[in-house]
């Protein structure tokens, strides 16, 4: 039984969480890796723009809930998600005609793009705060649950609750789907195969007739839709606040080098990486141990390496082993 309640408490407080946790981070790092191979730069913007797209979202939310439409036991936010999609690839779209096709048109180096893309990053933070301010917004509505602590006790017999939130439901189903609809458009229709070829060898792309600007166009389209979706997802999850999108941007950034910058399924799989090796390293592991031996060994500590406080510590060096090690990643990316 002592087994059992142990496990339980792996899922509750590890597993499930991780799981969540790396679907997000998974979807922001495949629309990091996504310009990468295209635009041939890493984006220092994105964190920014998952939260201007959430802060869209949210003020659409808000507006649904107090016109009285709700998406009953789901949260609202679904409904508002194609709105902010709409918002944050116009701003996307915007921002590449005026600032980052000049760069290109120039063929300036990537190290110039970088510093371009920090930029925008200030100024995308800047008109967030603005509008929506620096406080946390707490957005999620609907059933809270999907599985309670009490009712799993009642099913089980056990000690341990083992509670699903509908929040953490959403999340993965919806990150599910979102990959699986990118691979099929990448591997099936017309422009995804125009992507991958100019993301290979751009010459050669343009030499068969491909259109560069169709192209990146697609990209920060789909860019766009991928971070207000992660980025939903997770102020869904746990909260949303500004500040905290722009400290997300360096578990992206790590997971998306981990797996392999330019590489989609390096970008899922780096995700899954940081994530577990984030919630591992931060989680008490009192409860799970007491469990698993004898009561006059039970730990006083809470067998904890690190506070939550250093979680993107985690992130970093990570980052850094991969770098010094296998620069390339886990998918031989770029």
């Known amino acids: ?11 509750n407080f590890v597993f499930i969480p991780g799981v969540a946790y790396g679907s997000q ?7 990091l890796t996504l310009v990468y191979g295209i635009l041939r730069f890493s984006n220092f913007a994105h964190g920014d723009t998952m939260a201007f797209g959430t802060m869209v979202v949210i003020l659409v939310t808000w507006w649904f809930q107090s016109i009285g439409i709700t998406a009953g036991p789901l949260p609202t936010a679904l409904l508002a998600l194609p709105i902010g999609i709409a918002a944050t690839a116009a701003l996307l779209l915007g921002t590449d005609r005026f600032v980052y096709r000049f760069y290109r048109k120039q063929k300036a180096a990537s ?14 933070n800047g008109l967030t705060r603005i509008i929506i301010g620096p406080e ?13 602590a009490q009712a799993f006790k009642d099913w089980s017999g056990l000690a341990e609750g083992l509670a699903i939130k509908t929040t953490t439901a959403v999340t993965v189903v919806t990150a599910a789907i979102c990959v699986a609809a990118l691979f099929w458009f990448l591997q099936k229709t017309r422009t995804g195969k125009s992507m991958r070829a100019f993301s290979d ?6 030499l068969s007739g491909i259109n560069p600007d169709r192209v990146v166009q697609v990209a920060w389209i789909i860019t766009a839709a991928l971070a207000v979706i992660a980025g939903t997802l997770y102020g869904l999850d746990k909260s949303f606040r500004p500040f905290v999108y722009f400290q997300l941007l360096l578990p992206i950034t790590a997971a998306a080098v981990v797996g392999g910058l330019g590489s989609p399924i390096g970008a899922i799989a780096g995700g899954f990486v940081i994530a577990f090796s984030e919630v591992m390293v931060t989680y008490a592991w009192k409860k799970v141990v007491t469990y698993l031996v004898p009561a006059d060994m039970a730990p006083d500590a809470l067998l904890q390496l690190l506070s939550t406080d250093y ?18 990643g886990l998918f031989k990316g770029k």
């Open 1 to 11: 039984m002592d087994i059992l309640n142990a496990l339980v408490a792996f899922l």
């Open 25 to 31: 981070l998974a979807l922001g790092a495949l629309g």
């Open 111 to 124: 190290i110039i793009l970088v510093i371009v893309s920090t930029g925008v990053m200030f100024m995308m």
């Open 136 to 148: 946390e917004q707490v957005f999620a509505d609907g059933e809270r649950f999907v599985l309670t």
């Open 201 to 206: 060898n751009e010459d050669l792309a343009l």
């Open 311 to 328: 979680k993107f510590a985690v992130s970093f060096a990570i980052l850094i082993i991969v770098l010094l090690f296998m620069p390339t």
